[in-house]
């Protein structure tokens, strides 16, 4: 009984790749340790040569992802909101004193 259920699984589990269309598939069999793998990491700048705007990312996070006008020097984070989808979003300066502007100081 329990083999023809995992016989099933499977045949499921495949129907369903199929019907996915899934290239590729990976399992692990209990028991044994997964082969690490490594990955190297790439720093790249989205910009293109003497454009205005430049598109960077400073970490892997999806939160890190700034624009900035390098004419005026104005900075503003990639942001997403369920309602709105992806925007941008303003990113202050602030001086010691703690006034803050959206140009950075001169």
Do not use: N
């Not at 399992?27 to 989205?46: D, I, M, N």
């Not at 999806?62 to 989808?85: C, I, N, P, Y």
């Amino acid at each position: 009984m329990i083999y023809l259920l995992s016989r099933w699984a499977f045949l499921i589990a495949c129907a369903c790749c199929y019907v996915l269309q899934a290239s590729s598939a990976f399992s692990q069999p209990f028991g044994l340790p997964a082969q690490p793998t490594a990955q190297t990491k790439t720093q790249v700048s989205l910009s293109t040569q003497e454009g205005r705007y430049v598109f960077g990312q400073i970490s892997e996070s999806a939160k890190d992802q700034f624009m900035l006008d390098t004419v005026t020097g104005r900075l503003w984070r990639v942001s997403e909101s369920g309602k709105v989808g992806l925007y941008l979003k303003p990113v202050p300066y602030c001086d010691e004193k703690g006034d803050c502007t959206p140009l950075p100081p001169k």
